[in-house]
């Protein structure tokens, strides 16, 4: 087994000679060509996207409230809410990165300061890389471990789009993967102690950081060290119980009790709650379905567990939303057309391929999990338990960025161990089969991978912001369609005509106070327009945002409802662009 494991990892091994090795300038060059392959690769994914601030959808504009709120001294509170509520749901490392770069740049402008944060994910998103490249340098040869490390820089989802937007997931990344590094010389105790403080980043960053302290203490167990695991476990629970402290203390406050509207804490206002709350709705985008009964909880993890090789598909390699394009260009690189019949066909092999790399993914960490490094299975085993247990599907990529590397690095074994497989097999094929067996795979992977990344910075999108005077200025942001491009318009109409105490009710509250500085709310998640119109009269609403996103379906299922239910009381006021992006006043 030890043999097994020492040729595995002595795959492509060989460094390439170079002339004048001896040197000093040869020895850095074959030490570190590598690392300069990668950033430089980093360098070229980034030069387009340079420009602007980070982009602010959904979560991100939460951050950057609750950032702000901090950089100002008012505690960790929700600006946009009516009250300025106390925050519960997200943990708030990120916040404090952003309300440092507000304190240090003496402004809130988010214009400004996004566009330093650019700079820092820029940085962030580049030592992510290096990191997850030392750590497959762990397992793979230097050849391999470059692999890894290329394929995740152009992965869409675990680093294009996730480097782009102010979401903790950059920053998580990074901070997991040094805590990965630092793991393997754990016998040490000032790597202890740093993997025990980046432990603590990670959770404060986000929830899901109590994967890697629940890894970090079931090792120990696992190894019957029950005084380290004790000692882990301790500093595990520090960062855990002053958070938790925090929720404790707002929830039993007078102010968490006596909300500034009715429905201010309902379950399913997923920023002002607990993510125990929120999860405990069958659906939280849909509360009339009901609170979670015992009896369902088997059918959700039966539909999430069969829905994670697909993710990781996705995640790690390319998502299957793609495959019409992706079949586009193929038709016009073959410079054939496909008949419906053989377009079917390859629309459907695409999700079974990315199907089957994360099946191969979950059996490369089978491989790893029996030997050296089996603490890497360990972690993506409860971070993958974790997942399934939430609610919220349509966020397992987010879930998953931290740990793409692994799967591809766990894919990557796979493939290698395949390979050994076949080139053992008497037969005179199996030179050819166990090189095509490695080669196919991880040239179509790129190919794929190389052409969406293309197309994601030279398809990037346009957004506008508004200066005091109204003046534009545009940007471009990746994965910004027309129906965000039309709230830019409709924002920025209502920030130039309501009135200074106005109050709106949208889809996406925390970015309309950004855009606008007026106080901004959920709509009433109600499918009864008249209990909706009369939570909308209790804030009170002044204009209701009519969005197009489909999904969550805010807009569609609630707010539109209540408009188009009580006409007597709201009328059009502006129409984006687009048509279809509406601004409705209320009439009295």
């Known amino acids: ?191 202890a102690a740093i993997s025990g403080l980046l432990g603590a980043a990670a959770y404060l960053l986000r929830t899901a950081g109590l994967a890697l302290l629940l890894a970090w203490i079931a090792e120990s167990l696992i190894r019957r060290r029950f005084r380290q695991a004790a000692l882990r476990a301790a500093v595990s629970a520090l960062p855990v119980l002053l958070w938790q402290v925090h929720i404790w203390r707002v929830i ?21 709650v607990t993510y125990g709350k929120n999860s405990g709705l069958v659906d939280p985008f849909r509360p009339e379905l009901g609170r979670v009964q015992f009896r369902d909880l088997g059918g959700r993890l039966a539909r999430n567990i069969v829905s994670i090789p697909s993710a990781l598909g996705d995640e790690a390699v390319v998502p299957h939303e793609f495959v019409p394009y992706l079949l586009g260009q193929l038709q016009q690189s073959l410079h054939v057309r496909f008949s419906s019949d053989w377009r079917s066909l390859l629309a459907s092999a695409f999700p079974a391929c990315l199907f089957s790399a994360g099946l191969l993914a979950l059996a490369g960490a089978v491989l790893v999990a029996t030997g050296r490094q089996w603490f890497l299975a360990l972690y993506l085993a409860i971070t993958v338990a974790m997942i399934v247990a939430t609610p919220w599907q349509s966020q397992f990529r987010r879930y998953l960025v931290p740990v793409a590397p692994l799967v591809l690095l766990f894919l990557l074994l796979a493939l290698l161990a395949i390979r050994n497989w076949l080139k053992r097999r008497d037969s005179r094929w199996a030179c050819v089969t166990s090189a095509l067996a490695m080669t196919v795979p991880l040239a179509g992977i790129l190919l794929v991978q190389i052409v969406l990344a293309t197309h994601t910075l030279q398809s990037m999108q346009p957004v506008r912001y508004y200066d005091a005077s109204g003046r534009e200025r545009v940007f471009k942001l990746i994965a910004y369609p027309g129906e965000w491009q039309a709230l830019d318009s409709a924002f920025e109409w209502i920030r130039r005509h309501a009135g200074p105490t106005t109050v709106i009710a949208t889809s996406v509250p925390h970015l309309a106070y950004l855009r606008t500085g007026h106080k901004a709310v959920l709509p009433p998640f109600e499918s009864d327009p008249d209990i909706a119109g009369h939570l909308l009269d209790e804030v009170p609403v002044g204009y209701v945002v009519l969005d197009r996103f489909g999904l969550p379906g805010i807009s569609e299922r609630y707010a539109g409802l209540v408009v188009a239910h009580n006409v007597a009381d709201w009328r059009l006021a502006f129409t984006a662009p687009d048509g279809r992006t509406r601004v409705y006043e209320r009439t009295h």
């Open 252 to 272: 039993a406050s007078d102010e968490y009790n006596r909300p500034a509207y009715a429905y201010q804490r309902a379950d399913y206002q997923y920023a002002n």
């Open 1 to 191: 087994m030890k043999d097994k494991t020492r040729a595995n990892e002595a795959i492509f091994d060989q460094p390439a000679k170079i002339h004048g090795e001896n040197t000093r300038i040869g020895r850095v060059v074959t030490r570190f060509w590598a690392e300069a392959v990668l950033v430089a690769v980093a360098v070229l994914l980034w030069v387009p996207r340079l420009s602007g601030p980070l982009s602010l959808k959904w979560d991100a504009s939460t951050y950057y409230v609750l950032g702000t709120a901090l950089a100002e001294g008012k505690g960790y509170r929700l600006l946009n809410e009516p009250g300025e509520i106390e925050a519960v749901q997200y943990p708030p490392l990120l916040p404090l990165i952003v309300s440092v770069h507000q304190w240090a740049m003496g402004t809130s402008d988010y214009v400004k300061v996004g566009s330093a944060l650019r700079l820092t994910y820029f940085v962030l998103s580049t030592l992510f890389l290096l990191a997850v490249y030392a750590l497959a340098r762990k397992l793979l040869s230097r050849l391999c471990a470059l692999l890894v490390g290329v394929m995740t820089a152009l992965s869409f989802l675990s680093f294009l789009q996730p480097s782009d937007i102010l979401y903790a997931e950059i920053p998580f990344a990074l901070v997991t993967m040094l805590f990965l590094l630092c793991h393997q010389r754990n016998d040490r105790p000032f790597f």
